[in-house]
C-alpha cells in the first residue's frame, strides 16, 4: 500500500495551491482519510479529514474558511486558498483506520510521503 501526495511547491501569501495525494494498491473507499502538515522543528499537525462518503469533513482552526477537502474513491484533495507563510510545510496525507473523521494521528494507518508547500510574504 502506497500513499503518494503531490501538488507541492512555493507561492506567494495570498495565493492558491491544490494539493493531490493517491492511493495504489488498494482503494481506501470505506475509511475516511486525512491530511497532516509538519512544519520545521515542529510536531506534525492536523490539517483536515473527510468520512468515507464525504459526508463530514473537519478542519483544523487555523485553517477552516481556507481548506477545503475532497476525494473519490482512490484520490484525496486539498485545496488551499489564501495562503500565509505560517502555511509552510511538509504535507501529508493519511488513511485512517476506521470510516469516520478523526483528528488524531493515531487513528491513521497508512501515511504517505510529504509534499512540500512553501508560502513566501
Known amino acids: 500500500v502506497q500513499l503518494q501526495a503531490s501538488g507541492g511547491g512555493s507561492v506567494q501569501a495570498g495565493e492558491s495551491m491544490r494539493l493531490s495525494c493517491t492511493t495504489s494498491?488498494?482503494?481506501?473507499?470505506?475509511?475516511?482519510v486525512g491530511w497532516f502538515r509538519q512544519a520545521p522543528g515542529k510536531e506534525r499537525e492536523f490539517v483536515a479529514s473527510?468520512?468515507?462518503?464525504?459526508?463530514t469533513t473537519s478542519y483544523a482552526d487555523s485553517v477552516k474558511g481556507r481548506f477545503t477537502i475532497s476525494r473519490d474513491t482512490a484520490r484525496v484533495f486539498l485545496q488551499m486558498n489564501t495562503l500565509t507563510p505560517e502555511d509552510t510545510a511538509d504535507y501529508y496525507c493519511?488513511?485512517?483506520?476506521?470510516?469516520?473523521?478523526?483528528?488524531?494521528?493515531?487513528?491513521?494507518?497508512?501515511w504517505g510521503r510529504g509534499t512540500l508547500v512553501t508560502v513566501s510574504s
Open positions: 493519511a488513511v485512517a483506520l476506521g470510516s469516520q473523521v478523526t483528528n488524531s494521528k493515531d487513528r491513521y494507518r497508512y
Open positions: 494498491g488498494r482503494t481506501f473507499s470505506n475509511n475516511a
Open positions: 473527510i468520512s468515507w462518503r464525504s459526508s
